[in-house]
C-alpha cells in the first residue's frame, strides 16, 4: 500500500520539477526525498522520472501517476474537512459539477438561499458537459452534478429542474439568418455548422435535422457554448446550442435564433445512490428538496 505521504512527495517533486526545489519545499533533505522516490518506484515497479532531464521529467508512467495522486489527494483532503465538521454547525465542502444551462440560474439561487442558512459551507463549481461532470462523479471527485441530457441516470438519485432547455442556432449578428423569427434545418443544410461534441446530444440534434444531417457542412464541434461563441464570432459557422447557456452574452456580435420545429432538452440535478454524504452534502440536497415542495 502506498502512503498518502509518499503520493505527497511524488506530486511536489513533478511540480517542482526538481529534487532540490521539492525537498525545500516539503522541508527534508534532498537525498532522504530521493531515497523515497526510488522506494516508490520499486514499490510501482516502474521508472518515475527521466533523472538525467534538466528540468526533470515524467516518464509516461509518472504522469500517470501524478494525475491519480492528485484526485488521490484532493479526495484525502476533502474526507478530513468533512469528518472535523461539526453537526450543529453545518461546515464543509460541496463540490457541483455544473453545465452552461438555463437551470444553472435555478441552481445559483439555491445555493445563495442555502448559504444564509449555513454559511460555513463552502461551494466548489465545476464547469463541463454532462459526461465530464458524470466522470468526475464516477471517481467521487464531485459530489452533485447539473447534467443536461440525454445521459444514462440508473446510478444517480436525482431532482428534474423546472426549466427545460431550449436550443437555439447561434450566428453572427449581421447574418441574414439573424433577422429571422427561427431557423429551419434546411435553412442551416448549405451553412458551415458547430456542432455539440457528446456523442449523445449529437444524436439528438441529428434527429432534429433529419434527413438534411447528411448534407450538414460541419465546421467545429465544441463541449462548451462559450468556445462556440468565440468561433461563431471569427466566421467558422453557426453553432448549435443551449440559449440558457449565454445569458449574459451582449448579442451585438452573435444572435440566437430559435429552431424550428421546436427543439428542447431536460436537465437533471443528480447525485450518486448509495454513496455516503457529508453533513454539508445532505443538508443540501434536503433543502433544495424543501424548496422544490414548497414551488410545487
Known amino acids: 500500500m502506498i502512503e498518502t505521504r509518499l503520493l505527497n512527495y511524488f506530486v511536489t517533486v513533478a511540480n517542482e520539477k526538481s529534487f532540490t526545489g521539492a525537498a525545500n519545499v516539503l522541508h527534508v533533505t534532498q537525498p532522504t526525498l530521493s531515497r ?64 452552461e444551462l438555463a437551470s444553472a440560474k435555478i441552481l445559483a439561487d439555491w445555493i445563495a438561499g442555502f448559504k444564509r442558512e449555513c454559511p460555513r459551507v463552502v461551494f466548489e463549481i465545476h464547469t463541463a458537459d454532462a459526461d465530464q ?11 452533485i452534478g447539473l447534467l443536461l441530457e440525454p445521459i444514462d441516470m440508473e446510478l444517480f438519485e436525482y431532482i428534474r429542474m423546472p ?21 429551419t ?31 450538414l457542412e460541419i465546421s467545429c464541434t465544441c463541449n462548451l457554448s462559450t468556445n462556440a461563441a468565440l ?15 449565454m445569458p449574459f452574452m451582449d448579442q451585438k456580435d452573435v444572435k440566437m435564433v430559435p429552431l424550428y420545429p421546436n427543439l428542447r432538452s431536460t436537465s437533471e440535478l443528480a447525485w450518486r445512490r448509495g454513496i455516503a454524504m457529508s453533513t454539508a452534502e445532505r443538508r443540501f440536497i434536503q433543502y433544495i428538496k424543501y424548496v422544490r415542495n414548497m414551488e410545487n
Open 36 to 99: 523515497q522516490m526510488m522506494y516508490l518506484e520499486d514499490i510501482l515497479g516502474t521508472k518515475l522520472f527521466e533523472r538525467d532531464s534538466r528540468p526533470l521529467r515524467l516518464t509516461d508512467d509518472g504522469l500517470l501517476l501524478k494525475r491519480r495522486a492528485e484526485e488521490i489527494l484532493a479526495m484525502v483532503e476533502r474526507v478530513e474537512e468533512e469528518l472535523s465538521s461539526a453537526e450543529e454547525q453545518v461546515e464543509g465542502v460541496v463540490s457541483i459539477g455544473c453545465g
Open 133 to 143: 461532470i458524470k466522470q468526475r462523479m464516477d471517481n467521487g471527485l464531485t459530489d
Open 163 to 183: 426549466e427545460s432547455e431550449r436550443w437555439v442556432a447561434m450566428m453572427p449578428s449581421k447574418a441574414p439568418l439573424a433577422k429571422s423569427e427561427y431557423v
Open 185 to 215: 434545418a434546411e435553412a442551416l443544410a448549405d451553412i458551415p455548422v458547430i456542432l455539440p461534441s457528446r456523442k449523445k446530444v449529437l444524436g439528438e440534434v441529428a434527429n432534429w435535422f433529419g434527413p438534411y444531417y447528411s448534407k
Open 231 to 245: 468561433l461563431v464570432q471569427a466566421g467558422a459557422g453557426y453553432a448549435l446550442t443551449i440559449e440558457g447557456s
